[in-house]
Each structure stands twice: as structure tokens, then as C-alpha cells.
């Protein structure tokens, strides 16, 4: 898409306390990428390669991708495989997958495959360990599959022990309020496109007004801008940083752009450093 309809590209950099970081770990660099919907309509050559250049500079210890790396067909994935293998960190790629990597009865093999071939490691409801069992990174299915489990997963952990989580549909913070998440990073939203500044996502004031409107009117909900809570039901959290109870949430405002378009809400390379609380 035309980046008059997409805006510039954002570094956004932020630091995030963690409890019981290990000392070791202290100053720990992460960048996250997500919603790429690379199909040749959504996100332009020229975009990609400023963020996967921005995300190079930041000179990580480990990349975390949250997801819909393409839009409906799967195809694309290996060409942006290509693409990705160039991004550089020092501990590995990470990756979970958004709702549009499963859209068909193959797309889930495919996208997996497609990455796993260039180095990144794709986590289904998996942990991995790329700085050892002192901090965790969990990977949890799309929260629309019929393997989402978190459960599963989390329960394998100690409580004592400080884990990242990363699950595409930031509306899974709402479960995982029953475990510890000392971070959870998501995308899925793209910021909500259109932002008021100093208001926030025009689609969260939407549902908003929505839930004030009587029954009669409601009928006209799909001439307006359609039923946003099958996107999420939690428009609060379309990007940036959320405290949800005892638990930390950072959602990217991603890559990909639909119509009508974004404003004042630019694409998203965020850079994350961790440090004791």
C-alpha cells in the first residue's frame, strides 16, 4: 500500500521492569515485529526493508515475530522467508502465528515451514530457552484455533520464574490473567488504523458508543463499521503498553496496512529493553 496511506515507519523504544530479572539478563534487548500481511497489496518493498534495517541497527539479543505474516493465501510466506532471514540477532528468532497463517486447511504447515527453513524457530504452544530456564519465552497457538491451550503450556512453569509470552490476539491477556506474565506481546490490531490524538482508536470509542445505543439501532451496526469485537473484543489494549491485573501487555501496531489506511497511527519496529524492577 502507498505509504500516504501507510505513514512512516515508528522505532518505537520502550523499557519494561521485570521481577526477578536475573542480573545477567539485565539490559536485555528484544525487538518485535508483527502483522506483515505480505501479499503485495499491504505492505510495500520499501517499508519492509526500512524496518528490517531498523531492526539490525537495534543490534538485539533476540527478534520475536507476533504473527499474520500473510493475508489469506500462503503463498507470499516463502518470499518473505527470504526477506527475514537477512534480520540478525544474537540469541534467535522467535515466532508465533496470527490468524491469517492458519486462514487455509494448509496455511499452518506452510508458514511454519517456510520460516523454520530460514532459522526462526516457530512456537505452538512451546517454550523455548534461548537465555536459559531464568527467563522462558512461551509461544502459545492463535487464540482462534481449536490449540489454544495455554494451560498447556504455562503450567509447565515454575510461578517463581519470569517468562515473556507471546500470543498474536492481545484479547488472550484476559486469560492469562490466572498465570504469571511478566510480559505478553501481541499485534493482531494494527493500532486500530485510525487514531484521535489524545483519545485514542476511533473503533474503540465505536464500541463504546455501541453498547449505549438501544436494540432498534443496532441493526444499523453493519452500515457503520461493522461488529470491530470479531477483531477483539478489548479495543483498550489496540497498542502500546497495558498494565491487565498483576500482568504486563505490549501491543505493536504492526506492519501491514488496510484500507481506508492508517492516521496517526504509524507502522511499528518496537525495541524493548528489560531491567530489574
Known sequence: ???????????????????????????????????????????????????????????????????????????????????????????????VLGNHDIYYKNSKAEVTSALTSTGIHVLWNEIAYPFGQELPIVGLADYWSREFNPGLVMNKLNSATPRIVLSHNPDTAKILQQWRVDL????????????????????????????QLPPKLLRWQPLLLGDCSKVVRHWEWAKGFHQVSHNQLYVNRGLGTYRPGRLFCPPEVTVITLINQ
Open 1 to 95: 500500500m502507498h505509504w500516504l496511506f501507510t505513514g512512516r515507519l515508528s522505532v518505537d523504544k520502550l523499557k519494561v521492569k521485570i521481577a526477578d530479572l536475573p542480573q545477567s539478563l539485565q539490559g536485555t534487548k528484544l525487538v518485535q515485529l508483527t502483522d506483515f500481511h505480505y501479499d503485495g497489496v499491504r505492505l510495500s518493498e520499501e517499508l519492509l526493508e526500512q524496518a528490517l534495517a531498523a531492526t539490525n541497527e537495534a543490534e538485539p539479543d533476540i527478534i520475536v515475530l507476533t504473527g499474520d505474516y500473510v493475508t489469506d493465501d500462503p503463498r507470499p510466506i516463502h518470499q518473505l522467508a527470504l526477506r527475514l532471514k537477512h534480520l540478525q540477532s544474537r540469541r534467535g528468532i522467535y515466532a
Open 184 to 211: 505478553q506481546l501481541s499485534g493482531h490490531t494494527h493500532g486500530g488504523h485510525i487514531v484521535l490524538p489524545g483519545l485514542g482508536p476511533v473503533v474503540f470509542h465505536y464500541q463504546k458508543l455501541l453498547k
